[in-house]
């Protein structure tokens, strides 16, 4: 199972960027999936989760300006944040809970992404 993030960028305060990330392998079901970010020198922090039935939650820093969403049939997950702020610079890693199959045996996994770089200054 391997997660593909891409997206990121520079962007200046109050505008917008997309990351999405794809989830491939011998993929039988994805549960939850997740966006974390991670400013050097600090704890990986939670941005955003969803879950199967599309029932998300938010970290109180982004709510109202960061949406997250999930296409099933592609297996992907993806972050739209809004009005984006300084403390918004971060390395954005996406997660996902997989059952995959591997040599004939469900295997249930936690797998990241390899993390994607957004920038927000003037």
């Known amino acids: 199972v391997q997660l593909q993030a891409s997206g990121g960028g520079s962007e200046q305060p109050g505008h917008s960027l997309r990351l999405s990330c794809t989830v491939s392998?011998?993929?039988?079901?994805?549960?939850?999936m997740a966006w974390h970010r991670q400013v050097p020198g600090n704890q990986r922090e939670l941005v955003a989760t969803?879950?199967?039935?599309?029932?998300?939650n938010y970290a109180d820093s982004v709510k109202g300006r960061f949406t997250i969403s999930r296409d099933n049939a592609k297996n992907t997950v993806t972050l739209q944040m809004a009005s984006l702020k300084p403390e918004d610079a971060a390395v954005y890693y996406c997660?996902?809970?997989?059952?995959?199959?591997?040599?004939?045996?469900?295997?249930?996994?936690?797998?990241w992404g390899q993390g994607t770089l957004v920038t927000v200054s003037s």
């Open positions: 997660m996902a809970d997989v059952l995959s199959i591997d040599a004939g045996s469900v295997v249930a996994g936690k797998y």
């Open positions: 392998g011998h993929v039988s079901r994805i549960d939850n």
């Open positions: 969803i879950d199967s039935s599309g029932l998300a």
